[in-house]
């Protein structure tokens, strides 16, 4: 059950497309722990934390999290930073059953 109207992952893509309407192609987890603070503050830090590992299509942990194909929207650059992913230029996403 959401807090909000809306899941999580319905909500980190409002926020993905409030960065890039902004033209903020890179962002840290603290900018997003941020944004969901002043916009859906029931929402734990470690529940976003998640989200973010989940939809980062690099990121090895986002099988802990059984992704589906096309759930890969940010491509992780480091411990805490990411950008927008983008199929065309990244390599393809982590899934399960995929080698790492």
């Known amino acids: 059950m959401s807090i909000y109207d809306q899941?999580?992952?319905?909500?980190l893509v409002e926020m993905i497309d409030e960065f890039k309407s902004n033209d903020q192609i890179h962002f840290t987890t603290t900018d997003a722990v941020q944004w969901f603070g002043?916009?859906?503050p029931k929402i734990?830090?470690?529940?976003?934390?998640?989200?973010?590992?989940?939809?980062?299509?690099?990121?090895?942990?986002?099988?802990?999290?059984?992704?589906?194909?096309?759930?890969?929207l940010l491509f992780k650059l480091g411990p805490s930073e990411y950008r927008m992913y983008d199929?065309?230029?990244?390599?393809?996403e982590i899934l399960p059953g995929t080698p790492i």
């Open 7 to 11: 899941p999580v992952r319905v909500l």
């Open 87 to 92: 199929p065309e230029k990244d390599p393809p």
């Open 38 to 40: 002043e916009r859906y």
């Open 44 to 72: 734990k830090e470690g529940t976003i934390r998640a989200h973010l590992r989940r939809f980062s299509a690099n990121d090895p942990i986002r099988l802990h999290y059984t992704p589906k194909p096309g759930e890969g």
